[in-house]
């Protein structure tokens, strides 16, 4: 009653876009669009990442209001061997099994990245974090769905990283959380939202940290990136525009529904596309690049993905593969609602009792 109450005000206030959506998401979700649908327009969770930098300790006292870190309980059991891919699609011999099951899977996760949330179907909202004696936060608070495109890179001791489209930066530092990056260069072409990255770093992170041999800020366009050098990074994060279908729901502020933004809307894929393109320059040959997003869009997902691999090959000449990250998501399964029968990376799908996302999330690596 509440949330049709909700949407119907919405509605009545013409915030909602849900002729967009509706269009759409009701196709290519079929049966599981009304519920999403109803988990958009309803209150997000969020989870609390834990600022390892930080001398306070917040596990205690969130594990006593019935918190769970979800990184450190992910499943344990699941079917240890992942079923072979079935898809038909010549493309999807580019499909690669990362490792023989969910146990490599599972090996691979960085044990210092812990991200608290309350249980399944607990709308329960955190409080602000606290500062400890250094003026550090002891956690940071974004959605816990966000952390899966980080722990599925697989950031291995003195790797380092590109973060592409770096602010507000939640990303960032859950790469730095991991402990094992060498360095990492963050950039993000708005001037705006790089002061947004600046304070979120500020917040979270000593001053030896912040300094230049371990940590570069830039505001490049990063289609231009490549400019600068490629094939020099282990690891790059894509983390592109979208049309953010959370916020575009319910949001008039800055919408990119908007009739002022149409162009930049209809030009989203390409700018995705390019963006991906660039972190397959930058990455060395057999490293890997995360490619996400927080829309539903198979046109923003699937298809940029499917689009990048075959230009980087035709007019780069370079090779990619996508890693199947089944493995991977099965051991988060009891946390996240995955999208099923995705043939392309892997979608958290928002649901009331785990409103987490939409994140979407593709692995690819580099062969030549
Ligand atoms: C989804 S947000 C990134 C969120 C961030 N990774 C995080 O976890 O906090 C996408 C970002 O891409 C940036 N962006 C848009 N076009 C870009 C471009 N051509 N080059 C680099 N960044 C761009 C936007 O300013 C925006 O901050």
Same mark, same amino acid.
């Given at each position: 009653?509440?949330?049709?109450?909700?949407?119907?005000?919405?509605?009545?206030?013409?915030?909602?876009?849900?002729?967009?959506?509706?269009?759409?998401?009701?196709?290519?979700?079929?049966?599981?669009?009304?519920?999403?649908?109803?988990?958009?327009?309803?209150?997000?969770?969020?989870?609390?990442?834990?600022?390892?930098? $930080?001398?306070?300790?917040?596990?205690?006292?969130?594990?006593?209001?019935?918190?769970?870190?979800?990184?450190?309980?992910?499943?344990?059991?699941?079917?240890?061997?992942?079923?072979?891919? $079935?898809?038909?699609?010549?493309?999807?011999?580019?499909?690669?099994?990362?490792?023989?099951?969910?146990?490599?899977?599972?090996?691979?996760?960085?044990?210092?990245?812990?991200?608290?949330?309350?249980?399944?179907?607990?709308?329960?909202?955190?409080?602000?974090?606290?500062?400890?004696?250094?003026?550090?936060?002891?956690?940071?608070?974004?959605?816990?769905?966000?952390?899966?495109?980080?722990?599925?890179?697989?950031?291995?001791?003195?790797?380092?990283?590109?973060?592409?489209?770096?602010?507000?930066?939640?990303?960032?530092?859950?790469?730095?959380?991991?402990?094992?990056?060498?360095?990492?260069?963050?950039?993000?072409?708005?001037?705006?939202?790089? $002061?947004?990255?600046?304070?979120?770093?500020?917040?979270?992170?000593?001053?030896?940290?912040?300094?230049?041999?371990?940590?570069?800020?830039?505001?490049?366009?990063?289609?231009?990136?490549?400019?600068?050098?490629?094939?020099?990074?282990?690891?790059?994060?894509?983390?592109?525009?979208?049309?953010?279908?959370?916020?575009?729901?319910?949001?008039?502020?800055?919408?990119?529904?908007?009739?002022?933004?149409?162009?930049?809307?209809?030009?989203?894929?390409?700018?995705?596309?390019?963006?991906?393109?660039?972190?397959?320059?930058?990455?060395?040959?057999?490293?890997?690049?995360?490619?996400?997003?927080?829309?539903?869009?198979?046109?923003?997902?699937?298809?940029?993905?499917?689009?990048?691999? $075959?230009?980087?090959?035709?007019?780069?000449?370079?090779?990619?593969?996508?890693?199947?990250?089944?493995?991977?998501?099965?051991?988060?399964?009891?946390?996240?609602?995955?999208?099923?029968?995705?043939?392309?990376?892997?979608?958290?799908?928002?649901?009331?009792?785990?409103?987490?996302?939409?994140?979407?999330?593709?692995?690819?690596?580099?062969?030549?």
């Amino acid at each position: 009653m509440a949330t049709q109450r909700l949407w119907n005000s919405m509605a009545a206030q013409g915030v909602l876009h849900n002729k967009n959506f509706d269009a759409m998401y009701s196709m290519q979700l079929g049966e599981l669009w009304p519920s999403v649908r109803v988990s958009l327009l309803s209150e997000r969770k969020y989870g609390a990442l834990v600022n390892n930098f $930080s001398c306070g300790d917040p596990v205690t006292d969130l594990q006593s209001l019935g918190c769970r870190d979800f990184i450190a309980s992910s499943s344990t059991a699941a079917d240890p061997f992942s079923p072979p891919y $079935s898809g038909s699609h010549q493309f999807y011999q580019h499909i690669v099994n990362e490792g023989t099951g969910i146990d490599l899977a599972r090996t691979f996760i960085s044990p210092n990245v812990k991200c608290l949330v309350f249980p399944k179907g607990d709308t329960s909202r955190f409080k602000p974090a606290r500062l400890d004696s250094a003026g550090l936060l002891t956690y940071y608070l974004m959605d816990a769905a966000s952390v899966l495109p980080v722990l599925a890179l697989n950031v291995q001791k003195e790797e380092s990283v590109l973060d592409l489209c770096a602010a507000p930066g939640g990303k960032t530092l859950a790469l730095l959380q991991t402990q094992a990056v060498r360095f990492i260069w963050a950039n993000d072409w708005s001037g705006s939202r790089m $002061s947004r990255l600046q304070r979120t770093l500020n917040s979270c992170l000593p001053h030896d940290l912040l300094s230049e041999d371990k940590l570069c800020i830039t505001s490049f366009d990063g289609r231009e990136w490549h400019e600068l050098g490629g094939n020099t990074f282990d690891k790059v994060l894509v983390d592109v525009p979208c049309t953010t279908d959370r916020h575009s729901l319910i949001e008039e502020d800055n919408n990119i529904f908007s009739r002022s933004r149409t162009k930049e809307k209809r030009n989203l894929p390409l700018c995705q596309t390019q963006l991906l393109l660039t972190g397959l320059q930058a990455v060395r040959k057999g490293g890997e690049v995360m490619y996400s997003t927080c829309t539903l869009s198979q046109l923003q997902n699937q298809c940029v993905v499917e689009q990048a691999i $075959s230009l980087a090959n035709q007019e780069l000449g370079i090779t990619a593969e996508i890693v199947d990250l089944q493995p991977f998501t099965t051991l988060f399964k009891d946390t996240f609602h995955f999208a099923p029968d995705l043939n392309v990376g892997a979608m958290v799908l928002p649901h009331l009792t785990a409103n987490f996302g939409p994140i979407y999330f593709c692995k690819l690596r580099r062969l030549s």
